[in-house]
């Protein structure tokens, strides 16, 4: 029999970084070099490696009875948590009721563009999920792009809404930013907000790695800056370490009643409401106490420990230029200055750099430029460095916590000894490509195929 | 701020057994009868009332530590114990390459009719959750009438089927049958599959109650007859008394390679994978055990003894025509020769019909028929017989089977005491319509309205 699949479905693509998993499955057990027993250093897929917090764990043993339905929102002590813990840690007074729980930011931002009529605004680069779901929509949607600091410039914003015509505009703030790791801070965010209001832009700021910021008393939420127009949205994923229980929220703007109630029609219509066990969970996630303000700032030490590492190793090698890391576990590395040396070996796409030093000797999976929303020739790619065991060095750092440069150093070397592989080999792929060494970057025969 | 809300999303309804929870919660409240500090008899909302099967709450509490991302298609383990499930309880063959999990079958059932072109068939009465779906997503459908038996014919199938010049058609069936309990049998499936054959059409098999038939071995699936053209849906939710889990799966027609494809993409586009520690705790609820096999006998001996008593009682009531539940917790009374008394009170729709049965002195929850996708003034409304304590009931059927008629009268009437109270309410109900004695009715003077 013959299904036929509607045009839009098969228009869109894979998300990258799952089509890249695939390929890193697959090739795991392909590479036919005789030495090689070895996988892949892993630079590619975006998951915080710690255990997930003990009082979360906890309260799931506790609620693994709760097999009944939940209602749409989320249930009232989750959302209640939720509120407090907006309340301490980013100073924004939130009513329970503008709280909405989804399984996942992902899904919820997704809800809010089917529901949220006109043009989308997308700075880039970009994390690799918006533009999926922007086409699937079959939204109008118009590039905004970063500047050399990472960020939009609100002069950019503000021409490119006088633009528009849409009677809405919409404009997907990622702060903490995913693939740059930088950070818009408090005047950022107020000169934008400024161009907003003036233009009528609602905002969607996804602040999943709020939490993640090495410097905490430096994120302000856009929801605290702008409350009459932004949607924010954050979860368990990043902050929490349990992007697999999958439970995220949006905090509505203040005053949007409709809004919030069309949303609980697409949610109901959708999907009724998120597991009840990994809700009562995520309670504990949100409450506040010592130990979970211990984890998020072991947590995000951790992360700018080897994010500074990686950041100075990088832009160490000549012609190499990285962003500097505010927060996250990313950062983006430009490597265009080596254009010439790629072109002449038949390297002239993003994609196909990530080929090349996924293979033999190389073993380097990184994300390519044109998944993060940039020119397919664009060689910038996105660098996470969680190849780790989270486990093991979570507690590594609590037990004795490096203070000076020596000891930063060798507690970075013992502990994500693939991190520190894995950018030599970028470095000897680069070396290599120089010296015209890597004849062997036109063995991969195949280009990468996707099975399902 | 404002906000502009797509058309699309404002012309679909909430489904309308959230509509009526959200009603009753507010109702609950707000009887201002002094007598009154009762709640009501719930009638409406279709959950299994039984604890979570006892392996699946251990393999939650081993599992609480798995905080990262699972595969979009599921846990490898888990498609794995589906598929054997499948064979072990309905004789299919199916390869775990087939099965797709998602986070409950509504959520599934919303991906294919996004990924599916082409024209929905939607026999009524229905569940009330498909026309929401199909109305959202903008599809064209058309209803198919269901016969007196409460089943559609495959001669009017073919008939609609004439008549529609999309390249695709689609038939969601739901066997058993939400909301009337009634069950295709295996040449009831034969002859609406020669049909689809015929006519090339793809089936959604909606089968979420089928380890609730009363009589186990009449239950056969529709992806062992029609391998080649049905999606069959099913889940912990209704046979394992987890909805609120939120654990569904597809099974993909034989050889429907591309549209597995297409479909991992929209899972990887909305909402990245199930719930990692549930889809764990999942396995546990898909293997063969005795000590899950005896759950699902005691539970669907349960649904069928309350499910007995309902219908009996109903049916004897002048007047009231039940159909006979075979499996589910639901049946379908037919108050239609009340009509005339009815439209006496200016009760002239379906809805009314439900909020006269709610207010005082009756406090009786139904689903009236147009949330079944009925004509609005036609009086059939669903009846859920699972209002009672699931737990205590379950190990009081356990402990001491009821086997003579009289018996099987006393365990309901002492197990389940506000099923026996709520259906005396309808009696009476209709006992005073008919001697013109419930002048209250008109006392709900404002129409239900809802808040968020």
Redo the contacts between chains.
């Keep these: 029999?013959k299904?036929?699949?509607?045009?839009q479905?098969?228009d869109?693509?894979?998300?990258e970084n799952?089509k890249l998993n695939t390929f890193l499955q697959e090739f795991h057990s392909d590479c036919h070099d005789p030495q090689c027993g070895f996988g892949f250093y892993g630079f590619a897929f975006g998951?915080?490696p710690f255990?997930?917090p003990r009082p979360?764990?906890?309260a799931?043993?506790k609620n693994?009875?709760?097999?009944?339905?939940?209602p749409?929102?989320g249930i009232p002590e989750l959302r209640e948590a939720i509120s407090k813990y907006n309340k301490f840690y980013f100073g924004i007074d939130v009513d329970p009721?503008r709280i909405y729980v989804g399984?996942?930011t992902?899904?919820l931002i997704?809800n809010l563009l089917?529901?949220?009529?006109?043009t989308v605004i997308l700075p880039t680069p970009a994390w690799l999920?918006y533009l999926?779901?922007i086409r699937?929509l079959k939204k109008n949607y118009h590039m905004l792009l970063s500047g050399e600091n990472g960020k939009i410039s609100p002069h950019d914003l503000k021409k490119l809404a006088l633009r528009l015509h849409d009677?809405?505009k919409i404009l997907i703030l990622n702060n903490p930013h995913n693939p740059t790791g930088v950070l818009y801070d408090k005047s950022d965010l107020e000169e934008i907000t400024e161009v907003c209001r003036e233009q009528?832009i609602?905002v969607i700021s996804d602040e999943i790695y709020a939490q993640t910021t090495y410097d905490f008393s430096k994120f302000v939420s856009m929801g605290k800056i702008y409350p009459?127009?932004t949607f924010v949205t954050n979860g368990l994923s990043k902050s929490?370490?349990?992007?697999?229980?999958?439970?995220g929220y949006v905090i509505f703007?203040q005053?949007?009643?409709?809004?919030?109630?069309?949303f609980?029609?697409?949610l109901?219509?959708?999907?009724?409401?998120?597991?009840?066990?990994?809700q009562h969970?995520a309670v504990a996630g949100f409450e506040i106490s010592s130990e979970l303000n211990d984890y998020f700032e072991i947590t995000r030490n951790i992360h700018q420990l080897i994010g500074e590492y990686t950041f100075n190793f990088l832009n160490k090698i000549d012609g190499v230029v990285a962003t500097k890391p505010e927060a996250t576990f990313y950062l983006l590395a430009d490597f265009n200055s080596f254009a010439n040396e790629l072109e002449k070996n038949k390297i002239n796409t993003s994609q196909k750099l990530s080929e090349a030093l996924i293979i033999h000797p190389y073993h380097t999976a990184i994300v390519g430029g044109d998944s993060l929303v940039l020119e397919r020739t664009d060689f910038r790619a996105r660098i996470a460095f969680v190849d780790y065991d989270g486990e093991k060095v979570y507690y590594n750092y609590k037990n004795q916590k490096p203070k000076t440069f020596s000891e930063k150093l060798e507690f970075v070397e013992c502990n994500a000894p693939k991190v520190v592989s894995g950018l030599k080999m970028i470095e000897k792929f680069l070396n290599d490509l120089k010296r015209n060494l890597n004849s062997d970057l036109q063995t991969l025969e195949n280009p990468i195929k996707?099975t399902?």
Tied chains: 1, 2.
């Design positions: 029999m299904f036929v699949v509607d045009q479905v098969e869109i693509e894979l998300p799952l998951q915080s255990p997930v979360i764990q906890e799931l043993v693994v009875n709760k097999g009944a339905y939940a749409v929102q009721q399984p996942g992902k899904e997704f089917e529901i949220l009529h006109g999920g999926p779901q699937f009677r809405q009528g609602t009459e127009g929490h370490a349990a992007g697999g229980y999958r439970l703007p005053h949007a009643l409709d809004v919030r109630r069309q609980k029609k697409i109901a219509t959708e999907y009724t409401a998120v597991s009840t066990p990994i969970a996707l399902i």
